[in-house]
């Protein structure tokens, strides 16, 4: 019989960055609060942990980010007023961000990086098994990646990554994994790691996305790593050290995902997130396909 390792109970969610590829916008409001379509990017990855039954969400913050934490409080002026005014559909959007999950807050003082993010999970996280969930990467509900990737770690333990195959030329935007095959579908293990390689260096075209359930050992191994690519603590470069030597926290698996992502941190891509999940939605999407159908054909 198969020994199975502690389901993972917390999330963290680093969301310290300064948001400066959407200047002006984020001079004042946090890159997180960004509006995709009728809710915050924040918000659709706090319900992907949710509905990977991670209900205690520690998420890692800076200055000017207090939005965050007014978001998933009560509200109760606006909810009040809703109340009074019998809108109780929009009462229900209000009241929906501070009833999804436990939440959790503490500052990363310094922007050092997605790795020191990370080490300051550490007093909350304990020396249990925790994930981790990018603000940038938005992954459809309808393709439950977490969840898989929770499933994966309770039967083997260890760290999971989750990657995808990006066009090699595009290689140096993300972190990249040698692999080797596994006997299941879709999942490989992971023995190397570097952080945005040239295309000639890349080991693959397996690259890292924001989705990670990270061993414990991570912590001792970020502590005593230093600045990497862009003068930050890098994530990779711990990852990449558990990836040589599972006898410092076991195996290192990534699941390939072919599902659905949402790319909010770039202008571009935050744009067409936008179009197709307004596109669609039930009560938005009918009339708005319609007048984009119309807008490129007629107008373009």
């Excluded at 389901?7 to 400066?20: H, Q, S, Y």
């Excluded at 179009?275 to 107008?299: H, I, K, M, N, S």
């Amino acid at each position: 019989m198969t020994m199975l390792h502690p389901v993972i109970k917390k999330a963290v969610i680093p969301a310290a960055g300064l948001g400066t590829r959407f200047l002006p916008a984020t001079k004042a409001t946090p890159k997180e609060m960004l509006p995709v379509v009728d809710k915050p990017a924040i918000q659709y990855v706090v319900e992907e942990a949710v509905s990977a039954g991670l209900d205690d969400v520690l998420m890692i913050t800076g200055r000017n980010k207090r939005a965050l934490e007014d978001h998933f409080d009560r509200n109760y002026e606006l909810e009040s007023a809703l109340i009074a005014k019998g809108d109780d559909d929009r009462l229900k959007k209000v009241q929906e961000s501070s009833d999804l999950a436990t939440m959790h807050y503490v500052r990363q003082g310094d922007p050092r990086g997605l790795g020191h993010a990370v080490l300051c999970a550490e007093p909350h996280v304990g020396r249990e098994a925790f994930a981790v969930l990018l603000g940038d990467d938005l992954i459809d509900p309808r393709d439950p990646l977490l969840r898989q990737m929770a499933e994966i770690h309770q039967r083997t333990g260890g760290t999971v990554i989750a990657l995808m195959e990006v066009d090699p030329s595009s290689v140096h935007l993300y972190g990249c994994a040698a692999v080797e095959p596994t006997d299941e579908e879709g999942v490989v293990r992971i023995t190397g790691l570097i952080e945005k390689p040239e295309p000639e260096d890349a080991p693959s075209n397996y690259a890292v996305i924001g989705r990670y359930i990270l061993n414990p050992a991570v912590f001792d191994i970020l502590r005593e790593t230093e600045p990497g690519r862009g003068g930050e603590i890098q994530l990779t470069d711990a990852l990449q050290k558990l990836a040589a030597d599972e006898t410092i926290g076991g195996p290192v698996h990534g699941v390939v995902f072919r599902g659905r992502r949402y790319d909010t941190g770039d202008r571009g891509d935050y744009l067409r997130a936008i179009v197709r999940l307004a596109c669609e939605r039930e009560d938005l999407g009918p009339e708005f396909r319609t007048w984009l159908q119309r807008y490129v054909t007629e107008e373009m």
